[in-house]
């Protein structure tokens, strides 16, 4: 078995490469990316018959430089905008929201820019289907809604 480890570096070199992407899809700060590059790189030279000093050294060297060269700026692409611009669901709050079935405080569903979410009330409220509410805030997959106050514009109100 060492022998053919010996003869067939590339493949230790490949699987390290493979478990390094792996980490960098669970991570996503390009850490492991910037590796894995070192990786395919040492993978390269073991399948071109170089020996095993060179594989470790060009591994190496691709790894440190794409670390110090390019994750830099790959960074910096990836996190343009000012920093306090709000993402995702942190986005939301203060957002249009319909109401399409009674909502309370333990059950109900509402439209947050045409998608469907799990919603509650605040407050204590009841909202009916239909109505307008405004997003108060998010955790996970449920939307905390307050409701908008409307104005009836009711016929007694109306001037003739």
């Given at each position: 078995?060492?022998?053919?480890?010996?003869?067939?570096?590339?493949?230790?070199?490949?699987?390290?490469?493979?478990?390094?992407?792996?980490?960098?899809?669970?991570?996503?700060?390009?850490l492991f990316l910037?590796?894995?590059?070192?990786?395919?790189?040492?993978?390269?030279?073991?399948?071109?018959?170089?020996?095993a000093w060179l594989?470790?050294?060009?591994?190496?060297?691709?790894?440190?430089?794409?670390?110090?060269?390019?994750?830099?700026?790959?960074?910096?692409?990836?996190?343009?905008?000012?920093?306090?611009q709000l993402t995702?669901?942190?986005?939301?709050?203060?957002?249009?929201?319909?109401?399409?079935?009674?909502?309370?405080?333990?059950?109900?569903?509402?439209?947050?820019?045409?998608?469907?979410?799990?919603?509650?009330?605040?407050?204590?409220?009841?909202?009916?289907?239909?109505?307008?509410?405004?997003?108060?805030?998010?955790?996970?997959?449920?939307?905390?809604?307050?409701?908008?106050?409307?104005?009836?514009?009711?016929?007694?109100?109306?001037?003739?």
């Amino acid at each position: 078995m060492i022998e053919w480890f010996g003869e067939n570096l590339w493949a230790a070199w490949l699987a390290l490469t493979f478990v390094l992407l792996v980490l960098e899809l669970l991570m996503l700060d390009l850490l492991f990316l910037m590796l894995a590059a070192g990786g395919a790189a040492a993978t390269t030279v073991a399948l071109a018959s170089g020996p095993a000093w060179l594989q470790v050294v060009l591994g190496s060297a691709t790894a440190l430089l794409m670390i110090g060269a390019v994750r830099p700026i790959a960074l910096k692409h990836l996190k343009k905008g000012p920093p306090e611009q709000l993402t995702n669901v942190d986005r939301m709050a203060g957002m249009s929201a319909r109401v399409l079935e009674t909502t309370t405080d333990d059950s109900g569903l509402a439209e947050v820019e045409g998608e469907t979410w799990t919603a509650r009330a605040v407050h204590g409220e009841t909202l009916e289907a239909g109505r307008s509410a405004v997003v108060d805030s998010v955790d996970g997959a449920t939307v905390y809604l307050k409701p908008v106050h409307e104005i009836d514009w009711g016929p007694e109100s109306r001037m003739a």
